[in-house]
């Protein structure tokens, strides 16, 4: 979608009241009315004199969003990373950080700090349009596709202006992949190839997110002996898509015909990990991972690894970090706790959704001992919003959202 540009680096304000508990004190929404007013040094002055306040991550927010208002950029960051400081999951504040980096053109740790929110609350819209404008910018077009596809997922305000532009513009991109869909037949009768390429090619020149397209063109590039061509096109869907050992054993074998023996090996050995014990296609892959295992000794090459792993970490491009990494781990063949806790870091930052109900599936049990049936309900709201309904998540938080809506229904009708 490189014609369009969103960027939305302001309207997230970061400042919403709680209901629940200290937050919702009458000092706290008394600050938050003076910023809404305007009355911004006022509310600083509020925060500042009550310790309560002032040390809850809310608190810290609405005083660099004070400070922000104020044109002073450098204490509002301040602020915002003292409410990281007091909660790491403050994801407004995070939001926040994003923003101003943004603003000043550091693309990066706009992404960075976006993602991080993210993965608290991925169903934000506004930041999952950011993400998507943001890496557009920097030319990542599937991740960019991706953030627009959860934009128009999350977004419940169908009628905004942003989600009505997002949405006519993915139609009528899909509308032209469509068109070249049926193009296509008319040339595979034909065994056309060349044709065929360029269709695909413009296919994914329309759309990016199309995980089939990039196989088959890998396919025609390897069958036409472009061999790095082919590596490229496999190694996006590798990193982009759920794969099968086949992509892997594509990838192993380009490597190795391209001389990329340290790759080779590691895509050998994650094949083997997949593959039937025993069948022909395990049998190779374990004799290439014999053969190519004097790549173990070259302390070189397998620090290039590594520096190839730090480079796309600090580009954002978390697929490619976590696969350098993990041949970094394959060819030193150690446990590096502090490096898998990278990896894992970023898996969540690929994927939050799975990472975030697991957390929301453990806090059922305990909100309903403590008998904090709205909160329950709400946390079951979220559940079904980020998980797929065949999920035993899912399913347990329709239940368990019936059972507590019941209740307060009986205690609002009869006073139980």
Not at 91 to 111: L, P, T
């Amino acid at each position: 979608m490189n014609n369009a540009d969103f960027s939305n680096n302001a309207g997230l304000s970061g400042v919403k009241i709680d209901s629940s508990g200290d937050i919702a004190s009458n000092k706290t929404v008394r600050a938050y009315e003076l910023y809404e007013s305007k009355r911004y040094n006022d509310a600083i002055s509020l925060v500042s004199g009550d310790s309560q306040i002032s040390s809850s991550s809310y608190g810290q927010v609405l005083v660099g969003n004070c400070y922000k208002a104020l044109n002073d950029k450098d204490k509002a960051m301040l602020h915002w990373k003292k409410a990281i400081d007091i909660s790491p999951l403050e994801h407004f504040a995070y939001i926040n950080i994003a923003n101003e980096y943004y603003s000043e053109g550091n693309i990066s740790e706009a992404i960075l700090n976006w993602t991080i929110a993210s993965t608290i609350v991925p169903e934000n819209s506004s930041v999952n349009l950011n993400l998507a404008a943001a890496y557009n910018k920097k030319g990542f077009r599937i991740k960019s596709t991706k953030y627009f596809e959860k934009y128009l997922q999350y977004e419940t305000n169908a009628t905004s202006k942003e989600y009505l532009f997002v949405k006519h513009t993915i139609a009528n991109l899909t509308a032209k992949v469509d068109f070249f869909t049926k193009k296509l037949e008319e040339y595979k009768a034909k065994r056309d190839i060349k044709t065929i390429a360029a269709l695909y090619l413009k296919m994914i020149a329309t759309y990016a997110n199309l995980p089939n397209v990039y196989a088959n063109i890998a396919e025609i590039f390897f069958f036409d002996k472009n061999y790095e061509k082919a590596l490229e096109f496999f190694r996006t869907v590798y990193l982009n898509y759920p794969h099968t050992p086949k992509i892997l054993l594509d990838v192993a074998n380009l490597c190795f015909i391209l001389n990329k023996p340290s790759y080779a090996y590691c895509y050998y050995l994650r094949a083997s990990k997949y593959l039937v014990e025993g069948t022909s296609f395990y049998l190779k892959a374990q004799e290439k991972v014999r053969a190519l295992s004097y790549v173990l000794k070259d302390t070189e090459m397998i620090e290039s690894h590594l520096q190839a792993a730090r480079e796309a970490e600090a580009d954002n491009d978390y697929e490619c970090a976590i696969d350098e990494y993990e041949n970094y781990i394959m060819l030193t063949e150690s446990e590096n706790t502090d490096i898998q806790q990278i990896i894992d870091k970023y898996k969540i930052f690929i994927h939050p959704e799975p990472f975030v109900v697991n957390i929301l599936y453990s806090q059922i049990p305990e909100l309903m001992n403590r008998k904090k049936l709205r909160s329950c309900v709400n946390v079951c709201d979220r559940i079904l919003k980020l998980s797929d309904s065949h999920t035993k998540e899912a399913v347990y938080a329709i239940k368990c959202r019936t059972d507590c809506k019941r209740i307060l229904l009986a205690r609002e009708q009869f006073g139980v």
